[in-house]
């Protein structure tokens, strides 16, 4: 994340939030906010617009690199799916995807790190204003090394 830190100082990157719940999207935005961190976030409704917005069929050109923040429970496509397609498509399966829902189900937790997601987090977990989240996230994203699109230097 492009948090200022005393000890470094990190890439940007875009935020892609897969969310149908508007309040929970607006919680997440808030925890953003709140904690200063000015990365662009998008918010789409479903898996089908993040495809088409990954996919560059959006009309808008997100910044790389994405870090995704995707619910499982929404109409059209649902997260898992989303998932699936992201990770058989060889020009998205560099993106780092989390989970963030409601879902206790075991099978959805297996199948989302089946998938090959960076993490699975409960809604319940992350707290009803999502900071701790945010503040998890952010040092993920100064701790790890991003994967790098096909193509890319």
Not at 47 to 52: K, M, N, R, S
Not at 81 to 105: G, M, N, W
Request: charged share 30%; glycine share 6%; net charge negative.
């Amino acid at each position: 994340m492009n948090l200022e830190r005393e000890d470094k100082q990190t890439e940007p990157m875009t935020v892609l939030l897969v969310e149908d719940d508007d309040g929970d999207a607006k919680a997440v935005r808030r925890a953003f906010d709140g904690s200063r961190i000015a990365n662009p976030v998008i918010r789409v409704r479903d898996g089908v617009e993040a495809l088409a917005l990954l996919r560059g069929e959006a009309g808008i050109a997100p910044e790389e690199p994405m870090f995704l923040l995707v619910d499982l429970n929404m109409p059209r496509m649902n997260g898992l799916e989303l998932v699936r397609a992201i990770r058989a498509d060889p020009r998205l399966t560099h993106h780092i995807i989390f989970v963030l829902t409601t879902s206790r189900d075991p099978q959805d937790i297996r199948e989302a790190y089946a998938s090959h997601v960076a993490g699975y987090i409960l809604k319940q977990d992350a707290g009803r204003d999502f900071r701790a989240l945010v503040h998890t996230l952010g040092d993920y994203w100064t701790c790890v090394q991003k994967p790098i699109a096909d193509g890319a230097p």
